[in-house]
T-cell receptor
Framework: DTGVSQDPRHKITKRGQNVTFRCDPISEHNRLYWYRQTLGQGPEFLTYFQNEAQLEKSRLLSDRFSAERPKGSFSTLEIQRTEQGDSAMYLC????????????FGSGTQLSVL | EDKVVQSPLSLVVHEGDTVTLNCSYEVTNFRSLLWYKQEKKAPTFLFMLTSSGIEKKSGRLSSILDKKELFSILNITATQTGDSAVYLCAVAPAGTYKYIFGTGTRLKVLA
């Protein structure tokens, strides 16, 4: 088990383009989270999945953002019509649940919108 | 609104010094508090504190939780240059799955 894996590590895109990120959680973890982090700030919650069900979504998440977790395994986060303000590190985390709530983070996808 | 405040924002010490990092919180029905170390990309887990576990220790690092005064501290003794990182505190309110993170404390340990 190599931990939480995210792909790509870096993404540079032009404003208005769509981007998609992938996260592979630790295999036995049924809980998966997406966070966004900008320079000098702590991670900001975006959304949460328990297995394939999306159970919580930040009110700050605009309708340009969508996430899926088909079959309760890997997850994708898509941003449509990117804006410069979307530039950030997108972090994925997973946890075992069942009373063990420690979050294990991936190395993130650094998005730059030009 | 739920919030987590960490202090100081940054700290520079010399190797061998002891540091204390603070995390205060205001959340609805506290569930748990996590401490993380972030060096470059992925935050790595340090401690989890709950009502049933208000004190944790691992090597030179230790943490306590004061549920009455709504804060936690992270102590690092005999600091080393490898301790240089951003230390993040996160709190989970009951009734939600998310963790709310503070802005972190940037620690630099000089040789």
């Amino acid at each position: 088990d190599t931990g939480v894996s995210q792909d790509p590590r870096h993404k540079i895109t032009k404003r208005g383009q769509n981007v998609t990120f992938r996260c592979d959680p630790i295999s036995e973890h049924n809980r998966l989270y997406w966070y966004r982090q900008t320079l000098g700030q702590g991670p900001e919650f975006l959304t949460y999945f328990q297995n394939e069900a999306q159970l919580e979504k930040s009110r700050l998440l605009s309708d340009r953002f969508s996430a899926e977790r088909p079959k309760g395994s890997f997850s994708t986060l898509e941003i449509q019509r990117t804006e410069q303000g979307d530039s950030a590190m997108y972090l994925c985390a997973s946890s075992l649940g069942q009373g063990d709530e420690k979050l294990f983070f991936g190395s993130g996808t650094q998005l730059s919108v030009l | 609104e739920d919030k987590v405040v960490q202090s100081p924002l940054s700290l520079v010490v010399h190797e061998g010094d002891t540091v204390t990092l603070n995390c205060s919180y205001e959340v609805t029905n506290f569930r748990s508090l996590l401490w993380y170390k972030q060096e470059k990309k992925a935050p790595t887990f340090l401690f989890m504190l709950t009502s049933s576990g208000i004190e944790k220790k691992s090597g030179r690092l230790s943490s306590i939780l004061d549920k009455k005064e709504l804060f936690s501290i992270l102590n690092i003794t005999a600091t080393q240059t490898g301790d240089s990182a951003v230390y993040l505190c996160a709190v989970a309110p009951a009734g939600t799955y998310k963790y709310i993170f503070g802005t972190g404390t940037r620690l630099k340990v000089l040789a």
